[in-house]
């Protein structure tokens, strides 16, 4: 290349590189002369927020895919401590906003916050009306917006007590639950607590651009954005049909019902009354109203069915009976006569029936209920007999449902007595009593139930569950719960079916005590109780389970005060019981009423095709 090429190329390049120079002085003039004050402005006006957003809890479902606990939208209000602390001018205006009182406001919820720029909850759930205000006055207030959040809806308190409620977590709580922070939702009882994990899901969150009264500013441009994960589903095995009609049933009353599929061990209804609202705890409930449920003589937030223990009464007569013929201290062949009453020792133990019942054999003695018959085969039994025919069907212990708080209830043993009394302070005086189901034996309803369903089922115990599966709805998959082992009977088949007669001959034997239960078009067994209450009338129980022929499901209702099982908890547990029956063997009749008696949100597509794992 000649060098007079090489001077042009030269002076080309640096022509280009002046060019380009001259470009960048110009914008730059542009931007620090012409621009500046608008981007200034921008700059001072605007900056960066992180916002946190909550997952969706996981929904729960009945049996058939019915939703007994949702999410719905709801206004939450939040605020930046460092904009709002010093600011009492504002304070006093978010206050009035969001109807509450601007102290709580700086002391309790920005004082502790108030050098930080990460947004705070100030109030949960605004109602319509306060949205209103809270427009009005939100330039008033810089550093307070709101969002948009899912709240947890119960729908008509479904199985409030079995399902239990979320809130806010406690300080307690927080060394337990990592990566949560104060103001978080956590399940508090029932299977809102079991299964939190599952449900909770994971929060996302995103980078937003806001403007100097901390509103967020519309921008094309995306600064970071992480989408929450929702919770998982809990597909259960209650049947919203029957938990409504049993809740009906319950109006007006205290006592539970339990009814369970004898078949699989799953639960079906558990109510309990009375009931309470769920949703008063999923923001953060004033101390007045927590402590007038705390208060309340009638306990609304008692789960009768696992944490209320009651003498079982009558109900647990085919229990001793089965232990009586397996032991062999009695034989199929034996019988008593009954005068009305039992003396003991220098005590006299009257039966229910004041004229007695004459001759008693084994089937009458339940269908006719002698108590003088269950006397003196509780002496015959002695105090190790009367625990093992209890023990046999899991009585006196935790059933192991996943439910909080499940009482053990009580079976007397000979350790029992010495410890409590004494070795040389009771006596085989105190099994008369027991040998009934009083004194010092109790149960649950749920633990009567789990026994009448292993009188259906052969003697097979089963052990009761309410959630089946828990289902991923991102990734489709369902993780079935795992089938716990069964309890096999250590008796004969014989035996058990000398106690399925007898409570058979409850319901239809010409001296039974339940005869009113009687239904043609749906033949049940059954078993009545009362039990004593020294602080009123007494209570009524009665279990059932039917069909007779081919058992699919047990009931059991116990009513506080009912005075008697006939009376008040046979019309409960024996409509409970029929209907579901009756709605699984004839489906067609209900198709038209289900969504007429439903009053919680059925889901849009069929589950039984979802719920293929």
Request: hydrophobic fraction near 35%; proline fraction near 6%.
């Amino acid at each position: 290349m000649s060098q007079r090429n090489e001077i042009l190329r030269d002076a080309s390049f640096i022509a280009v590189g002046l060019l380009v120079f001259a470009v960048l002085i110009y914008r730059l003039v542009q931007l620090q002369v012409v621009q500046g004050p608008e981007y200034r402005a921008k700059s001072e006006d605007n900056r960066i927020r992180f916002v946190e957003m909550l997952a969706p809890r996981g929904v729960i479902r009945d049996r058939h895919g019915y939703l007994l606990v949702s999410n719905r939208p709801s206004y939450t209000c939040y605020g930046i401590p460092r904009d709002l602390y010093k600011d009492s001018l504002a304070v006093e205006q978010l206050g009035f906003a969001v109807a509450r009182d601007p102290r709580e406001i700086r002391d309790e919820q920005l004082r502790p916050y108030r050098s930080s720029f990460r947004p705070q909850r100030l109030r949960r759930d605004l109602p319509y009306t306060l949205l209103a205000r809270f427009e009005e006055t939100r330039d008033r207030i810089p550093g307070a917006y709101l969002e948009i959040e899912p709240k947890r809806f119960y729908p008509g308190n479904v199985a409030a007590h079995a399902i239990g409620y979320v809130a806010e977590i406690s300080d307690d709580e927080l060394s337990k639950y990592p990566g949560l922070q104060s103001g978080d939702l956590v399940g508090k009882r029932g299977l809102e607590k079991l299964y939190d994990k599952d449900l909770r899901g994971v929060k996302g969150n995103r980078l937003s651009v806001v403007d100097v009264h901390g509103q967020e500013v519309h921008t094309e441009q995306t600064l970071g954005r992480i989408e929450p994960v929702p919770g998982q589903e809990l597909w259960t095995s209650f049947d919203i049909h029957a938990q409504l009609l049993a809740e009906s049933l319950l109006v007006d009353k205290i006592g539970s019902v339990v009814a369970m599929d004898v078949r699989t061990g799953g639960v079906v209804v558990m109510a309990s009354a009375p009931t309470y609202d769920p949703d008063i705890f999923a923001g953060s409930i004033s101390s007045t109203d927590w402590n007038a449920l705390l208060n309340d003589p009638e306990k609304p937030m008692l789960n009768r069915s696992v944490q209320t223990m009651y003498p079982p009464g009558s109900t647990i007569k085919p229990a001793m009976l089965i232990e009586g013929l397996a032991s062999g201290v009695i034989n199929t062949s034996w019988g008593v006569s009954c005068p009305g009453s039992f003396t003991y020792g220098n005590r006299t133990f009257k039966c229910w029936k004041k004229g007695g019942h004459g001759h008693i054999d084994c089937v009458q003695s339940l269908a006719q209920s002698c108590d003088v018959f269950y006397y003196k085969l509780g002496l015959l039994l002695g105090v190790d007999g009367i625990n093992r025919a209890f023990t046999r069907f899991h009585l006196g212990s935790a059933t192991g449902i996943d439910q909080t708080s499940e009482a053990a209830g009580n079976v007397p043993s000979r350790e029992y007595y010495d410890k409590r009394y004494g070795p040389n302070g009771w006596s085989t005086g105190f099994l008369v009593s027991v040998s009934i189901g009083q004194g010092e034996m109790l149960a649950t309803p749920l633990q009567l139930c789990a026994f009448t369903a292993a009188i259906a089922n052969d003697g097979v115990w089963k052990q009761p569950f309410l959630v089946d599966g828990v289902y991923d709805p991102s990734t489709h998959t369902l993780k079935k719960r795992a089938p716990a082992e069964d309890r096999q009977p250590d008796v004969p088949l014989s035996i058990i079916e000398i106690a399925q007669r007898g409570m058979t001959e409850v319901v239809w034997g010409p001296s039974g005590t339940a005869r009113k239960q009687q239904d043609d078009s749906c033949r049940i067994a059954g078993k009545t109780g009362t039990a004593q209450n020294a602080h009123g009338d007494d209570h009524g129980w009665f279990i059932c389970y039917g069909p007779v022929d081919n058992p699919m499901y047990a009931c059991c209702a116990l009513i506080e005060f009912g005075k008697s099982g006939s009376g008040a908890g046979g019309p409960v547990a024996g409509e409970v019981l029929r209907q579901l029956i009756r709605r699984e063997l004839y489906p067609e009749l209900y198709k038209e009423k289900n969504e007429e008696e439903i009053e919680a949100e059925p889901q849009l597509e069929p589950v039984a095709e979802s719920r293929t794992p």
